[in-house]
């Protein structure tokens, strides 16, 4: 088993961190414009999959790389 990360698992984090970064700066300054938060939860669900993506199994990945190269 490796020891690294995925470069998956490394965005979705990277994603993970950016999202917090931007939902404390947007509820704080423009707390009434509904366009950013649609926009943050976008990028929410985007870190969410990447992150679920990374930390699968060794076979699991291998299968949707697989499917993912096929379509």
């Known amino acids: 088993m490796k020891s690294t990360m995925r470069k998956e698992l490394k965005i979705g984090l990277l ?22 938060h649609f926009i943050l939860g976008g990028l929410a669900g985007l870190a969410f999959c990447q992150t679920i993506i990374g930390i699968l199994p060794e076979t699991t990945y291998l299968k949707l790389k697989k499917l993912k190269k096929n379509l």
């Open 15 to 36: 994603l993970f961190a950016i999202f917090n970064l931007a939902n404390l700066v947007i509820n704080h300054l423009l707390p009434e414009i509904p366009a950013l």
